[in-house]
């Protein structure tokens, strides 16, 4: 279910032209190939939204205050609202699951949720996911660590901050609601509490996507998804620097494990003329890579 937020009050004529564009989004984003639902829906801003809310742990995702709008023949996720029940701000006592779920700084919290139910179950949208996280992967490990965006903010505006305490009179408990994290004492307890959250959510995240791993074949050299003589061309030139290897080309060409030798060359050779050996050429292996 979705409502309509601009305009206020829609005609019926209005209602009826939103409510088939809608019905025709959805069906896309159910049952559609990704060439479909890539013409319903802008995936940038739908990976971004799900990384955001990920890290987030927002607990109002499936319930309300989130947000969509449609521009040029697409649906856009966002903008960005209501994060005040978020990064552990749930209580694990709470009878219900989700606020349970929310309190923790581990596990998967957005993939079974409204539309990103449906879109998740690709495969090539999850890569999009990953591919946005590299993206800002040093941004969203800033944010709680010591020194980052958290401690930043703090450091400007803590003064600001005490004075809803020590003059306006306000209370770290006055607010609570049973199924919010009850608060602690003192506003540093509690600044510590959503700090170390942060961390531990960035740590646990890096750890699930692993946005920097990469898949290879051993032996491919060039690159191409088959190990062939061109590769013991390319590991040749590497070694005669007259090509540049980055990284990743020196993972897939070094697979005596070495360095780039011109072992290395023979061991492809003996694999293509069906010789034994140990090195695993041909087999698909993964490595992290910061790119």
């Given at each position: 279910r979705f409502r309509i937020s601009e305009p206020e009050a829609p005609t019926e004529e209005q209602q009826d032209y939103i409510k088939k564009?809608?019905?025709?989004?959805?069906?896309y984003i159910r049952y559609g190939t990704r060439e479909e639902i890539e013409r319903a829906v802008d995936v940038d801003?739908?990976?971004k939204f799900y990384l955001l809310n990920e890290?987030?742990?927002?607990?109002?995702?499936?319930?309300?205050?989130?947000?969509?709008?449609?521009?040029?023949?697409?649906?856009?996720?966002?903008p960005p609202w209501d994060y005040d029940m978020s990064m552990g701000n749930t209580s694990p006592d709470f009878n219900s699951s989700r606020t349970k779920e929310a309190y923790k700084s581990d596990?998967?919290?957005?993939?079974?949720?409204?539309?990103?139910?449906?879109?998740?179950?690709?495969?090539?949208?999850?890569?999009?996911?990953?591919?946005?996280?590299?993206?800002?992967?040093?941004?969203?490990?800033?944010?709680?660590?010591?020194?980052?965006?958290?401690?930043?903010?703090?450091?400007r505006y803590g003064d600001v901050f005490a004075r809803n305490y020590n003059e306006a009179g306000w209370n770290v408990s006055k607010w609570w609601i049973n199924y919010q994290l009850k608060p602690q004492a003192t506003y540093a307890d509690n600044y510590s509490y959503l700090k170390t959250w942060g961390q531990a959510r960035s740590a646990w995240m890096e750890q699930y996507y692993q946005p920097f791993a990469?898949?290879?074949?051993?032996?491919?050299?060039?690159?191409d998804g088959i190990v062939t003589i061109s590769?013991?061309?390319?590991?040749?030139?590497?070694?005669?620097?007259?090509?540049?290897?980055?990284?990743?080309?020196r993972l897939r060409a070094d697979v005596t494990g070495g360095g780039l030798t011109v072992d290395d060359a023979t061991a492809i050779q003996r694999y293509l003329a069906e010789f034994s050996g140990d090195e695993g050429i041909g087999s698909t292996k993964q490595a992290v890579i910061r790119v």
């Open positions: 564009t809608m019905q025709t989004i959805f069906f801003s739908f990976a890290y987030m742990k927002t607990y109002d995702l499936d319930m309300s205050s989130v947000y969509f709008y449609y521009k040029d023949g697409k649906l856009y996720a966002g596990g998967v919290f957005v993939s079974d949720k409204i539309i990103y139910k449906y879109i998740c179950k690709n495969d090539w949208f999850m890569q999009e996911v990953r591919r946005v996280y590299r993206e800002h992967f040093d941004f969203i490990q800033n944010i709680a660590a010591d020194g980052g965006l958290l401690d930043t903010a703090l450091a990469v898949d290879y074949i051993c032996g491919d050299a060039d690159g590769d013991v061309t390319t590991v040749q030139r590497c070694i005669a620097e007259q090509i540049q290897a980055d990284e990743l080309m």
